[in-house]
């Protein structure tokens, strides 16, 4: 496999301190922030904080502002971050058919931010697993025996959500350290027992998988590494799920990467591409292979 990116191995390094200073036990107030939990860009200015102020219903409103936690961080910052939190809650909520957010319980392990709502601990990983869940799966079966692999996982918030749900998945996530090493501890501790395994990019398997997925990741690699990550899913995977920055610039390496940029191949058949249901700036799309 092509050496990372010099943006991933400054990445790497912040985690590897943030680790050392915080301990695992910490991870969804430290590294957790270096994935796809926002905290520090909450604001009137962020596009998410926007588009889910203006898809709220305004009954959900007295819910959203009532009992506010106690501050967990700075003020302004701990306000916007429980109303953004329970905000995508509710709309997580609406767009859950199978009421799979009933069925999960957001994991102690990480010591996450104490949201609630209606007395229930909440999240955004939660909500946006959940919301993926149905865009890789647009007829969610739980029963079928689903093979997954996920590249870079991050510390493992949709592998949680696919192995709690779906009793006889497989699970394999591929990534670098000290990512995989996060994960493999996070997710023994919440899905003990669980049928989940964890491969270094020199070690991709030649298996079959149902589903490969990548969650903002592909566009802070080298080319040469998404060319890598390709060719494997052309030749292991039934389908892609790709969920991106639309346009995300990496200035440690500088590289610009945008959706067509992406080498997908000619004879995947693209069942569809669009913007997200909550992030603007992000694109996710599903491949047939």
């Given at each position: 496999?092509t050496e990372v990116s010099?943006?991933?191995?400054?990445?790497?390094?912040?985690?590897?301190?943030?680790?050392?200073?915080?301990?695992?036990?910490?991870?969804?107030?430290?590294v957790a922030l270096n994935?796809?939990?926002?905290?520090?860009?909450?604001?009137?200015?962020?596009?998410?904080?926007?588009?889910?102020?203006?898809?709220?219903?305004?009954?959900?409103?007295?819910?959203?502002?009532?009992?506010?936690?106690?501050?967990?961080?700075?003020?302004?910052?701990?306000?916007?971050?429980?109303?953004?939190?329970?905000?995508?809650?509710?709309?997580?909520?609406?767009?859950d058919r199978l009421a799979?957010?009933?069925?999960?319980?957001?994991?102690?392990?990480?010591?996450?931010?104490?949201?609630?709502?209606?007395?229930?601990?909440?999240?955004?990983?939660?909500?946006?697993?959940?919301?993926?869940?149905?865009?890789?799966?647009?007829?969610?079966?739980?029963?079928?025996?689903?093979?997954?692999?996920?590249?870079?996982?991050?510390?493992?918030?949709?592998?949680?959500?696919?192995?709690?749900?779906?009793?006889?998945?497989?699970?394999?996530?591929?990534?670098?350290?000290?990512?995989?090493?996060?994960?493999?501890?996070?997710?023994?501790?919440?899905?003990?027992?669980?049928?989940?395994?964890?491969?270094?990019?020199?070690?991709?398997?030649?298996?079959?998988?149902?589903?490969?997925?990548?969650?903002?990741?592909?566009?802070?690699?080298?080319?040469?590494?998404?060319?890598?990550?390709?060719?494997?899913?052309?030749?292991?995977?039934?389908?892609?799920?790709?969920?991106?920055?639309?346009?995300?610039?990496?200035?440690?390496?500088?590289?610009?990467?945008?959706?067509?940029?992406?080498?997908?191949?000619?004879?995947?058949?693209?069942?569809?591409?669009?913007?997200?249901?909550?992030?603007?700036?992000?694109?996710?799309?599903?491949?047939?292979?």
């Amino acid at each position: 496999m092509t050496e990372v990116s010099e943006f991933w191995q400054a990445l790497n390094r912040k985690n590897e301190e943030q680790l050392r200073s915080s301990g695992i036990e910490n991870i969804k107030r430290t590294v957790a922030l270096n994935y796809f939990t926002w905290v520090g860009t909450l604001s009137w200015r962020d596009d998410q904080f926007r588009h889910l102020v203006w898809n709220t219903r305004i009954s959900d409103w007295p819910r959203i502002l009532r009992d506010i936690p106690p501050a967990e961080l700075p003020r302004r910052q701990w306000l916007y971050l429980c109303i953004f939190t329970r905000m995508l809650h509710l709309f997580a909520k609406r767009h859950d058919r199978l009421a799979l957010l009933d069925r999960l319980a957001e994991p102690a392990f990480g010591n996450p931010f104490g949201i609630t709502l209606n007395g229930k601990l909440i999240s955004q990983d939660l909500a946006n697993s959940v919301l993926e869940l149905y865009a890789m799966l647009p007829e969610v079966d739980l029963g079928t025996p689903l093979n997954i692999c996920e590249i870079g996982a991050g510390y493992g918030r949709n592998a949680f959500v696919f192995l709690s749900l779906f009793p006889n998945c497989t699970y394999t996530i591929i990534d670098v350290p000290p990512a995989i090493d996060v994960s493999r501890e996070y997710l023994q501790a919440v899905c003990p027992g669980s049928k989940v395994r964890f491969l270094l990019p020199d070690q991709l398997p030649s298996e079959r998988f149902d589903l490969t997925i990548n969650i903002s990741s592909c566009h802070e690699m080298t080319p040469a590494q998404v060319e890598e990550y390709f060719a494997f899913v052309d030749r292991t995977s039934k389908r892609l799920y790709l969920k991106q920055w639309k346009n995300w610039h990496n200035p440690t390496d500088n590289l610009t990467i945008m959706e067509e940029n992406y080498p997908y191949r000619p004879n995947w058949r693209r069942l569809y591409s669009r913007t997200t249901q909550v992030q603007p700036s992000f694109f996710e799309a599903l491949y047939e292979i």
